[in-house]
């Protein structure tokens, strides 16, 4: 009970004839549009990783600036805090020798007036100041 089948055909005008190459080995056409995807994905990705690279670079210029003029920035603080720091120096030095003075003075105010006077004493007063000859 084999009954042969009768093989289908196409019939018409868009019907092409069967060819030698057809069968299931043949890949379909259907490829050329998915690797023409793939490549203007491809172009699109390239296309945004250099807008990217574009954009940072400037930014990493912007930065650039930005850290040089902080630097200088902070080069002059570090040059106006040693000059506090010398004048701060000389502010201490002063004080100290006024301090001392002070001390001094308190002790010849505290010295009973009558009593003679001891050559500690004259040490621990302080040492007139001779003013400078005018130069004609």
Not at 82 to 103: F, H, K, M, N, Q
Not at 110 to 117: E, M, Y
């Amino acid at each position: 009970m084999s009954e042969i089948r009768p093989k289908l055909v196409a019939v018409g005008a868009e019907s092409k004839p069967a060819e030698a190459g057809d069968g299931p080995g043949r890949q379909p056409e259907t490829d050329a549009p998915s690797a023409r995807r793939t490549t203007w994905l491809l172009a699109a990705l390239l296309l945004l990783a250099c807008l990217a690279l574009v954009i940072q670079t400037r930014r990493v210029g912007a930065l650039s600036g930005e850290v040089s003029r902080l630097s200088s920035d902070l080069m002059g603080a570090r040059t106006a805090l040693t000059a506090y720091e010398g004048r701060l120096a000389t502010v201490r030095e002063v004080v100290g020798d006024l301090s001392r003075r002070v001390g001094q003075l308190d002790v010849l105010v505290r010295r009973d007036p009558l009593a003679p006077v001891e050559p500690e004493d004259l040490e621990a007063l302080p040492a007139p100041e001779v003013p400078a000859p005018d130069a004609p």
